[in-house]
């Protein structure tokens, strides 16, 4: 007859567990430590732990000081810089109402973050300095717009895109599309621009002329009896006119019927 079954493996689940008994026990003995209880136990060992002779402990001294909540403000990020534009780059307008639309950056204002794209979101704004025959009465001019609402267009394929910095062998540094790899063109050079020369002129304007005062009329018109006087007068003679030609429509029928 052979061996009963299961009985090499009876044997072997006996040795094991001769073999790994103590640390079961151990282990159920020890039981389940709490994730607190072992962050407390790893803290107090850190902080009572023997430093070695002659030794040098990386503990501070002195406390450090308590951080001033006034020295935690804002830093200002120039998000021109961080987006590698350019005045002269042509973008795309991503929202408003010139949404989809392309355009030329004309001047860039680093302090607001705000670029003014050539002939995108454009208001009226000012009446013409130097009106005349052929020209209009009211000017429109270009409003900034933030720029996260503007990305750079690929050259190849014409989408969005954004770009990275690059060296080259000659120490040169390129903008690199990420949608083709292509490098960026160089920005075109922009001239002057007629509405915002229009602009200056009526802000110089603007600043000459005399702005009249508000305030209490010069003349007292309330007070001058003159001013009454004379619209009494116009008043009685309007109504002798009414009267006039009422009498003499009233005569003139008469006169038919008879």
């Not at 009106?131 to 429109?140: D, L, W």
């Not at 900034?144 to 503007?150: A, E, F, L, S, W």
């Not at 903008?175 to 509405?195: Q, Y």
Request: aromatic residues 6%; proline residues 8%.
């Amino acid at each position: 007859r052979g061996p009963p079954a299961g009985g090499r493996a009876g044997r072997g689940g006996a040795m094991a567990f001769r073999l790994l008994g103590p640390r079961l026990a151990t282990m159920r003995v020890k039981g389940y430590v709490p994730f607190h209880r072992r962050i407390i136990e790893e803290a107090k060992t850190e902080r009572y732990r023997q430093v070695p002779f002659l030794d040098i402990s990386k503990e501070p001294s002195t406390r450090p000081p308590i951080p001033d909540p006034r020295k935690n403000r804002l830093e200002k990020i120039d998000l021109a810089k961080e987006m590698s534009v350019k005045v002269g780059d042509k973008v795309r307008v991503l929202f408003g109402a010139d949404k989809g639309k392309h355009g030329i950056i004309g001047r860039i204002l680093h302090g607001k973050n705000q670029v003014i794209v050539l002939g995108m979101n454009m208001k009226r704004s000012f009446w013409h300095p130097e009106p005349g025959p052929g020209k209009p009465s009211i000017m429109s001019v270009e409003c900034p717009i933030h720029i996260t609402n503007v990305i750079l267009v690929d050259p190849v394929t014409k989408q969005p895109t954004r770009v990275k910095r690059r060296y080259m062998m000659n120490g040169e540094c390129v903008r690199i599309s990420k949608v083709s790899g292509s490098a960026m063109p160089d920005p075109v050079p922009i001239g002057v621009n007629e509405r915002e020369v229009l602009w200056a002129k009526h802000e110089s304007q603007a600043l000459i002329q005399e702005k009249s005062r508000r305030g209490p009329l010069k003349e007292n018109v309330f007070g001058n009896r003159e001013h009454f006087k004379t619209l009494v007068r116009i008043v009685r003679t309007k109504e002798e006119v009414e009267a006039q030609s009422s009498a003499a429509q009233a005569r003139e029928e008469a006169q038919s019927l008879f």
